[in-house]
Every structure is written in structure tokens, then in C-alpha cells.
């Protein structure tokens, strides 16, 4: 019997640092990268081919996937884009997968890329034929898709038909992000439940932040609710730069740690992770980790412990 399983993309390399007030170099990128798949991560979003003056830690977006593709050829690499012209200079760097992002209200378009939400709908459906045309991979995120931090709660109806646009213009993975971490178990099981019914659950995936504390409560409802695609970052790295209020993203560690322990696989090591983690930290110059982190430690320090003695 096939054991059930999670797929999980780990952000920490794009969203995880794209707010960093530390600089990170190119090859400090892509030894976080080479960790993660070490540890048994096979789908990572790298970078984003936005603009360096919104963005400047993803300046190197076109150098670090050459890299990537060159060092790691087995790895499902893939790279946020805003629109044709970050499409354009992602496939000219060899990227093969993509995904855009579509907030689900006026204001948040407005704040994060200056479109109404019309406009930033027309432009990522076009964004995603156009990479349907090149042959390559697509994701979708739908942001905000639970509250807004200047709207408030977001409308389920409104979400829905973002979504089904998004997987009519091409998107193969559409992403309900929890931006700035507000969604509570509940709210996330009648949001995927009543997703769902409108869209083949195998195609939906889960983004969530931990501002509240319930990013693993809410991958777990996600899961109760059918779907098996998640976003995490490695050490719970991140939050949008355009979103007040927005903590880290659900930590891969938690994740991974709540599926072994579910029954449930991922082909991910914890201890792998653990050393990932451990090379962020020494480059951003602060501690980092998911809830489950000061644990885990602990356990396989106690493991290697043992080992050592015998």
C-alpha cells in the first residue's frame, strides 16, 4: 500500500529572504538551496524576477538560477514572476517553472504592485498563458485569500472565482496563501472544502505564515480537507515586505515533523533541515526555527549523543 504523502515546496530561499535586512550573497543562496535538497527537499522556489529596486535582495535572481540549474539539475526550481517582463528574463536564465501572485483585493494590488485588482487579474492570466506557450511549469498564488491587512476579511466567492481564473489562464498549482497569518483551523477547512468543489483538490496547495502561533494547526485542517501541496520555509524564514502585521511562514521543520508523526510521508530529513537552518542563522546573524525547532535539536543531539558513546 502507497503511503499517503505531502508535497512540499520550501519558500525560504525566495520569500524567506526577499525581506532580509542582511544582504545575502549569491553563493550564501545557493548553499541554503544545495542543503535543503541534501535534506531531501525537492521543490524549492529560488528567487523572483521582480525589480531590483522593489526587491533588492533578489537582484541576482538570473546569476543564482543558472547556478542552481547547472549544480542541481534533479531539483524542481522554480522563480516568482510579476508579469511578462519578469517571464521573459526567467526564461532567459533557463528557469523552467514559474509562478505569479494575485492578491484577492483592491487595496492589497494596489499597495504591493500598484494594479487594481482587475488589472493584476488580466496581467497574471496573461503572465500564465504566455508560459503555458513556453513550455513551462506554472503556479498561481492567491494572496490574502483569508484576510487583507488593510480590508479585513476577504470574501470566500471572491477567492474561489480568482482561483478557477487562475487554473483557466494555465496554472497546474494553484496556492491559497494566508499572507499575513490570520486564518484560524476553521476558516481554513470550510475555505478548502468549498475550493474543492470547484477546483480538483490535487491542483490546490496551502501557503501560511505562524503570526497567530497556528500555521501547523492550519496545514492540518488544509490536510483534513484533502490537499497534499504545501508551501514551507525552512526555519519559518519570512514575510511579505508589503503585508503590516506578517510573521514568518510555516516553518518546513513543524511540517514535516507534524506528517511523520501522522503517518503521512515527505521524503524530507529532519536533521537535514536542522543543518539548513543552522546555515541560515550563521548567515543572517540571528536564531531562526519553526515551534518544534528547540525539540528537534535537542532529540538528535541527544541521538548523535548516544551514537558517539557506543
Not at 526587491?55 to 538560477?65: G, H, I, K, R
Not at 496554472?171 to 476553521?186: F, L, R, Y
Not at 542563522?281 to 557506543?310: F, I, V
Amino acid at each position: 500500500m502507497t503511503q499517503d504523502r505531502l508535497i512540499i515546496t520550501d519558500v525560504a530561499p525566495r520569500d524567506g529572504l526577499q525581506n532580509q535586512r542582511v544582504s545575502v550573497p549569491t553563493e550564501a543562496k545557493l548553499e541554503l538551496i544545495r542543503l535543503l535538497h541534501a535534506a531531501g527537499v525537492a521543490s524549492i522556489e529560488a528567487t523572483s524576477f521582480v525589480s531590483p529596486k522593489a526587491v533588492p535582495q533578489m537582484a541576482d535572481a538570473a546569476e543564482l538560477m543558472a547556478q542552481v540549474h547547472r549544480l542541481l539539475p534533479a531539483l524542481r526550481a522554480s522563480a516568482l514572476v510579476p508579469n511578462q517582463k519578469g517571464l521573459e528574463r526567467a526564461h532567459a536564465a533557463g528557469v523552467r517553472e514559474v509562478a505569479v501572485v494575485l492578491s484577492a483585493t483592491e487595496t492589497m494590488n494596489l499597495k504591493n504592485i500598484n494594479m487594481d485588482l482587475a488589472r493584476a487579474t488580466t496581467v497574471c492570466e496573461q503572465t500564465l498563458r504566455a508560459a503555458g506557450q513556453l513550455g513551462l511549469r506554472t503556479r498561481a498564488y492567491v494572496a490574502v485569500a483569508f484576510d487583507c491587512p488593510f480590508e479585513g476579511p476577504t470574501a470566500l466567492d471572491t477567492v474561489v472565482q480568482l482561483a478557477l481564473r487562475m487554473e483557466q489562464a494555465g496554472a497546474q498549482e494553484i496556492v491559497i496563501a494566508d499572507t499575513i497569518g490570520s486564518a484560524s483551523p476553521g476558516m481554513v477547512k470550510t475555505h478548502f472544502d468549498v475550493l474543492g468543489q470547484a477546483l480538483p483538490v490535487h491542483k490546490l496547495a496551502a501557503h501560511f505564515h505562524d503570526t497567530r502561533g497556528m500555521a501547523t494547526a492550519n496545514a492540518w485542517a488544509a490536510i483534513q480537507a484533502g490537499v497534499r501541496r504545501f508551501d514551507a520555509s525552512a526555519g519559518g524564514i519570512g514575510g511579505c515586505p508589503f503585508a503590516p502585521g506578517a510573521a514568518g511562514n510555516a516553518a518546513t521543520e513543524d511540517l514535516v515533523l507534524m506528517a511523520e508523526r501522522s503517518g503521512l510521508a515527505t521524503d524530507i530529513s529532519l536533521p537535514g533541515l536542522l543543518r539548513a537552518v543552522a546555515y541560515a542563522e550563521s548567515r543572517l546573524g540571528r536564531e531562526l526555527g519553526g515551534r518544534s525547532s528547540a525539540w528537534l535539536r535537542r532529540q538528535y543531539a541527544d541521538r548523535d549523543h548516544a551514537t558517539a558513546a557506543t
